[in-house]
């Protein structure tokens, strides 16, 4: 029986569920830098530095769908993260960002390339991904 289908659906309906990524960095860091330090704590399996990219109202449910995920997994390698910020006006910006990502469980191991945008919000000076339709 393959799981991918339903593993990659869940996946799907955790992030769906979270909506948007956001930044928990001080000062200084751009929409991309968000983007990447969201992906890059997915790829480690990170359930709370992921949540803590995202705005405030979203993370809870975010990580606790996403620490089901990683649950069910037995590895995810996330590579070749490109970003590009395709606005920036005032407290809004959109980046568009792309990368691979390999998923293992039950013995099997499932590639597939990601591209998305986000849509972030500056909040008390940092960069939020807010974002309803991210990763769908």
């Given at each position: 029986?393959?799981f ?19 930044a ?16 890059k ?15 405030e ?5 975010l ?14 390698k996330?590579s070749n ?5 395709v ?14 990502f ?11 390339h990601?591209?998305?945008t986000?849509?972030?919000v500056?909040?008390d000076?940092k960069?939020?991904?807010?974002d ?5």
């Open positions: 029986m393959r991918w289908p339903s593993l990659l659906a869940v996946l799907a309906v955790v992030l769906l569920a979270g909506g948007s990524l956001a928990c960095g001080g000062e200084g860091p751009g929409p991309e830098d968000t983007v990447r330090g969201a992906v704590a997915m790829g480690d399996r990170d359930g709370e530095k992921m949540a803590s990219y995202f705005v109202d979203m993370r809870a449910e990580e606790e769908g996403m620490e089901f995920f990683f649950a069910m997994i037995d590895e995810i996330i993260i490109e970003t590009r910020l606005s920036e006006s005032g407290d809004s910006a959109v980046v568009e960002m792309e990368f691979d390999e998923i293992t469980a039950f013995d099997e191991t499932e590639t597939e990601m591209e998305d986000a849509e972030l500056k909040v000076g960069w939020l991904i807010h309803e339709t991210f990763f769908e």
